[in-house]
């Protein structure tokens, strides 16, 4: 009875620390390799159509950079696993830096989009490995925070260098841009050498193949495309919806953002505490509801409720996500649960695009985006049978 009563008053164990040394160098790496990016993805497709590629060169080198790193997604778990996370980590950096510092002396289109391949790969390598190298770090009792912090920490770059990029072009030029893309990616290279160069894992591995066919992470990863795909119809096309209202564009897509931000990071300690499951598909419900929203391009207050709805359902999808993945495989399959979540973002985000272009050329912006609003919908059966099956739907120990 004295030790019942004795465990009754004990204080709680305190909790692991979140933040620790390598996870910091780590936050060194995303912050170089997303002001990378960031900072060429908004100029490059304009500077291939100048240089004799003409207006479809512009979506071309797009759609080459996003296909190259969904292959490079694809293949780096088995890299990482061979030559080791830092060693692929150190190359991804490089691949995405340096090939910018050409740039400006591949004036053809078929160079320009040779650099996009390298730098499509380069990313690729980054986040996945990174992403695993991530997940390791973070304490499994905090790891919804800790992925909620991560997404500020990358997320902050992409807020910053999207319009960073255009307005440095218009004031300096191309070189002054690309060289800022390669000084701040390379500049990360001296913080991997204090990353660990594998993950201690006790279970056995987890294939890309076994982790596809699993509906533990299949399941998820489908949802989650749902909402990248509406995520590439906003970024992408709320500007040609509105062209003559830039300063409404400007205002919704910061509150985009701006909600996704905090929609994630919320979700993160909520998921901490009552399990991530649970947020799956209440995401998946205000993505749809927000897309709905903005269909009414004539309201002013629509279009910026839409952003805000729709960014706090992208923002709670992205963490619920991720961490209910991490949760489902052992440490071992870190790296596949990167690269299916990272695939699912980037092909989500492409094929979300490319078929809003083609609806909208055929209805109009308003009807597209409310038929998009409803097909996000259709991810519904998937997140109620992923949540119906719980945290056993992976169909393999961790252990």
């Not at 692991?16 to 900072?39: D, E, K, M, N």
Request: a positive charge.
């Amino acid at each position: 009875m004295t030790d019942i009563l004795d465990s009754a008053h004990r204080p709680p164990a305190p909790r692991p620390p979140l933040v620790t040394r390598p996870l910091l160098l780590r936050f060194a790496s995303i912050l170089g390799a997303s002001a990378g990016f960031y900072l060429l993805l908004p100029v490059v497709p304009g500077y291939a159509a100048g240089h004799g590629g003409g207006g479809g060169a512009a979506g071309l080198v797009t759609g080459v950079l996003m296909l190259a790193t969904v292959a490079g997604e694809v293949v780096t778990p088995a890299l990482a696993g061979r030559l080791g996370y830092r060693t692929v980590l150190a190359a991804g950096l490089f691949l995405l830096g340096a090939p910018a510092l050409v740039l400006d002396a591949a004036r053809g289109p078929f160079w320009i989009l040779g650099v996009c391949l390298l730098r499509g790969l380069g990313f690729a390598f980054t986040v996945v490995a990174g992403g695993a190298l991530t997940a390791s770090l973070i304490p499994a009792e905090r790891r919804g925070e800790g992925l909620a912090l991560v997404g500020l920490v990358s997320g902050v770059p992409g807020l910053v260098a999207l319009p960073l990029g255009p307005w440095l072009t218009a004031h300096a030029g191309y070189p002054a841009v690309f060289t800022a893309a390669a000084v701040v990616t390379l500049a990360a290279l001296p913080s991997v050498p204090g990353l660990p160069d594998r993950i201690r894992a006790a279970g056995r591995p987890v294939g890309l193949a076994e982790g596809l066919r699993a509906p533990g992470l299949r399941r998820p990863a489908v949802v989650f495309a749902a909402t990248t795909a509406t995520a590439g119809v906003v970024v992408t096309f709320l500007p040609l919806a509105l062209p003559s209202r830039p300063g409404l564009v400007a205002l919704a897509l910061f509150a985009h953002s701006a909600a996704a931000t905090a929609a994630r990071w919320l979700a993160g300690r909520h998921g901490d505490r009552h399990g991530p499951a649970v947020l799956v598909l209440p995401a998946l419900l205000l993505s749809a509801a927000g897309t709905l929203l903005m269909a009414a391009t004539g309201s002013r207050v629509a279009v910026v409720a839409g952003a805000v709805v729709f960014g706090a359902g992208f923002g709670v999808a992205q963490n619920a996500t991720l961490t209910l993945m991490y949760a489902r495989v052992p440490a071992s399959g870190y790296a596949t649960v990167s690269a299916v979540w990272n695939a699912a973002y980037d092909a989500g985000m492409g094929a979300g695009a490319a078929a809003f272009g083609w609806l909208a050329a055929g209805t109009g912006y308003s009807w597209a985006f409310t038929l998009t609003g409803a097909a996000v919908l259709a991810a519904v059966l998937p997140a109620c049978r992923d949540r119906r099956a719980g945290s056993q739907a992976l169909g393999m120990s961790k252990k």
